[in-house]
């Protein structure tokens, strides 16, 4: 860039590239300057093989993984919901909720569930549990319902109720939506929020350990 002292206002000339032309400076009494820049146009390189921009990949990883995430709700009467939608047929996934065992053992968190019989189409249980709060033993019936299947406690020394219910439906794309609600109450001194906080946490991680299981193996 150079200055000067000559007289009146030169119009800038734009090419391609470059500009350039004389431009009064008020701070130089009415001198101008006299500009020439050239422009370095940045240059678009191709992907190699033709690749999605890493932008654009992120981008839809985020999209799909934060719509995948679980969603945990707290109802009234200390019922837990969960829900969340997995990428696997209603087929495939009917045949891993309905299975009490299976579960537990996806879900490995210190369940252990023991089958006692069937009759009239529901499945008696026995089912253990360690866990830091408190270690319990309750028997129930898990039972088919309409989109789904109920465990219902019929005895327990340990607790006062309770209830677990999976229903399935089918989404978008061959997907599939599982809802899980679980409602327990302790015969053991122990607040109720507590045991409702651990629900939500146990419902939610569940959740994310069965679609692990649905849609990696």
Known sequence: MHSGSHGGRGALQRGRNRLSGRVPDPELGGTSLWLDYTVKRPTRQPLPG?????????????????????????????????????????????????????????????????????QGGCTSIHTTVTHPIASIAYDAEVCPIESGWRTRMVKSDDLQAFESVWRVHPAADGHTRVEYEVRTIPDFPVPQFVVDRQTRSSVDSLLKKLRTHLENG
Not at 54 to 70: C, D
Not at 95 to 111: A, E, K, W
């Open 50 to 118: 033709g690749s999605v921009p890493l932008s654009l990949a992120a981008t839809a990883l985020l999209g799909s993984a934060f719509a995948a995430e679980p969603t945990v709700t707290q109802l009234e009467d200390h019922r837990i919901a969960g829900a969340v939608v997995v990428q696997a047929s209603i087929d495939q996934v009917r045949s891993v909720v309905s299975d009490p065992v299976l579960i537990s053992r996806i879900d490995n968190s210190g369940t252990v569930i023991k089958l006692l019989g069937s």
